[in-house]
């Protein structure tokens, strides 16, 4: 682990970026140590002390790129680093891993030291099954298939999380961690539509920075996740519109520490959280809906003339 190893993030003062082949310097306030790092755009590579981090190509950091973003990994050992924005400040987030020997033996990393870094995170695209049920969910509010990446790279913890690598919020990364197949569908729906819920997030917000949805989730909340249905969707953080639409394809109607499956089938249209997939998610909208639940006023809420447009039965769910 590299001296970052343990401080999970580090914010850097100053103006990144500038021409091709600059070299930025910055410095990390580690206990009562300051240790200057470097930027080097040309080379791709961020020392900090003694270590040395290599941009990991198709995830490579941008050359004087603005904003500045980027997966690195350490040199000798296993340990990414991701370069960018984080509510505004330029950050060093640390700490990041990926199953070395996963449970779909995802690992085998080609990385020689020295030499390129290749290869080692394995990524793909959403397969067939997966789009047409995120389809099904989300209707056209997600961005274009080919910009949603999943990938082996575990966050904080061993947890999955989801970022957009670029400026406008795609590509979107989806790290599943322990949870990605390479090879087949995702076995964990309900956690892989939780992450697609901040994919819409994302795209939603355009946002001009790397938000890392579920990373930093316990430093801030004790169960950010929870929620009862009832409120407006904007009234709602984050984490917990991501566990509204995860309820949703679990059959449960909240969440208090865990969630309440089997209350309703799974992507029920009785339910309380149904008001939110069908007035807010699918229609791309922060907008208030109705606290009832009579035909009219989802109809209403929906944008739809009738309950065919509204409402049709899911592809057959592959978890619960
Ligand atoms: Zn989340």
Redesign the pocket.
Known sequence: MGILGDIGKVVIGGVLGGPAGALAVFTVEHGQEVIEGTIDFARQVVTIGEDVYRAIPPEAFAIAGDPLHGLLKHEFEDELILLGYIAGDAVIYAGLTWPVAGPFGAAAHLYAAGGVVFGFIDHRRLNDQEWEMAQYIFRDTLPDREHIVLTNVAGIDGRP??FPIAPLGVPVVINLAGKYDPHSTTPDGALLY??M??VWQAKRAALREVYL??AR?GVTREEP?DFNPGKQWREYQ??QQ??IVEAWTLGATQRQGKFDPGVHDQFALATPLFRYVNGNIRRSSDADTSSGQSLAQLLADGGHDTLAEMYSAPPAPWWS
Do not use: P, R
């Open positions: 999380f989801t939780h992450e819920t901040h949805y579920d989730v996740y984050m984490e991501a566990a």
